[in-house]
């Protein structure tokens, strides 16, 4: 487990200037990219309690926990800001700083776009080809064309859709959306000297080549014991008027290849608030769908996981994933049978006939800033029983996947 601290603020140029993560579909906390394989997270202590302790057999659909590192803001001479992570230990200490350094990619043209209309000035990269950007972020040249929307305000992009009118997007706005707004607040009281924790999580996407992913809050309830009288009736009120209490699931955000225009089909939380049951499950259709035709041959390994996945959380006694989410993963790039597998993911208990030409799918949990259970330092209340609230919407999704796949 790596652990780091005690920065060289003065050395800075050894440590590893973090990319905001252009795959993040949800949530609001910025995702960072630390490396290919790599990502990080401001550390919240009862989710890295968690990750600490999880039971062996969660692990196949949590994210892989590489411990913790720290992190601190620096400003240029523009005053433009940066995240630099600390070096290494032997684990990563392969990585090339040095082209990492010096490498683009598509948030500093994004940045370059909204600061004027932003008032605040958020991570600027060092300058080289967008050529380069294109093919070391996405490995997609399509994906990432030149003539994205720069001038349009990533808030605006997310919340001006309306009804189940969906954006098509060369790259996923959220996370720029995220990560400017975490930069704005770190800004505000902005003390290059201070380090900040952050957690170093597996990069669940870094097999794909077109992730394709669906971010779902699992549960009848999502506030923590933690939570304030106010949040929790505020949270209480946003599960009773969404598909959080009638299915114990919500979409979060979702990010969807279309072989059609190449481009990403994007939807956010906001989006996922307004479904209705019958929304919900036109919007896993609308997941499973490419542009051209709907992937049913996606439906089987991914309930087959999601199976998987219930049987272990009905075994987890006094656990409450309050406010977690789902991911639900898969790779755009459609196989044909002549071509070569490309191997699955860590999930692999289940097998099918025809295993070459299997889609790549991952089932993930992710976010646990507010899961409870027996043993936890930060619990106020030991539950008993498994968490049925979370059960509940593994069951509707699997049912309404299995509907999906037949036609229903």
Not at 61 to 76: A, C, E, M, N, R
Not at 120 to 136: A, C, G, Q, R, Y
Not at 239 to 261: K, N
Request: aromatic content about 8%.
């Amino acid at each position: 487990m790596v652990v780091q601290s005690n920065l060289d603020i003065g050395e800075s140029r050894k440590g590893v200037l973090l990319e905001p993560f252009i795959h993040q579909v949800g949530g609001h906390m910025s995702m960072m990219k630390y490396d290919e394989y790599t990502v990080c997270k401001p550390l919240v202590s009862q989710e890295q309690w968690f990750y600490e302790s999880l039971p062996i057999v969660m692990k196949q659909f949590t994210p892989q926990y590489k411990g913790i590192i720290s992190v601190h803001l620096k400003k240029d001479s523009m005053g433009n800001l940066s995240l630099i992570a600390s070096p290494q230990t032997e684990n990563h200490s392969s990585l090339d700083n040095a082209s990492k350094e010096s490498s683009m990619t598509i948030w500093q043209k994004l940045s370059q776009a909204n600061t004027s209309s932003s008032g605040h000035t958020f991570v600027k990269w060092n300058h080289s080809p967008l050529t380069n950007t294109i093919k070391d972020s996405c490995q997609g040249k399509a994906l990432l064309r030149t003539d994205l929307q720069y001038n349009r305000d990533v808030s605006s992009l997310m919340e001006d859709a309306n009804g189940n009118q969906a954006e098509k997007n060369s790259y996923n706005p959220w996370g720029l959306h995220c990560h400017k707004q975490h930069l704005n607040r770190m800004s505000s009281k902005c003390n290059e000297n201070k380090l900040h924790q952050f957690l170093l999580l597996e990069n669940v996407v870094s097999k794909y080549k077109y992730p394709c992913i669906l971010d779902l809050k699992m549960g009848t309830r999502q506030h923590g014991d933690d939570a304030s009288e106010e949040k929790k009736a505020r949270q209480i009120k946003k599960c009773e008027q969404s598909t959080s209490a009638s299915l114990g699931a919500r979409i979060c955000g979702m990010q969807v290849y279309q072989a059609d225009t190449v481009q990403y089909l994007c939807n956010d939380k906001y989006y996922g608030r307004k479904l209705s049951p019958d929304g919900f499950k036109q919007a896993l259709c609308q997941f499973l769908h490419n542009g051209k035709h709907l992937r049913t041959d996606l439906a089987e390994p991914i309930v087959c996981q999601l199976k998987t996945l219930l049987s272990i959380i009905k075994k987890q006694n006094s656990y409450r994933f309050y406010s977690s989410s789902l991911l639900i993963i898969y790779e755009g790039l459609e196989k044909t049978t002549d071509n070569h597998p490309q191997g699955h993911g860590q999930n692999t208990s289940c097998t099918a006939p025809h295993a070459n030409t299997r889609p790549k799918v991952d089932i993930r949990m992710i976010d646990f800033a507010h899961t409870t259970y027996k043993g936890s330092k930060y619990n106020e209340t030991v539950y008993d029983g498994p968490d049925h609230g979370y059960i509940f919407g593994l069951e509707n999704l699997i049912k309404i996947i299995q509907n999906i796949s037949v036609g229903e």
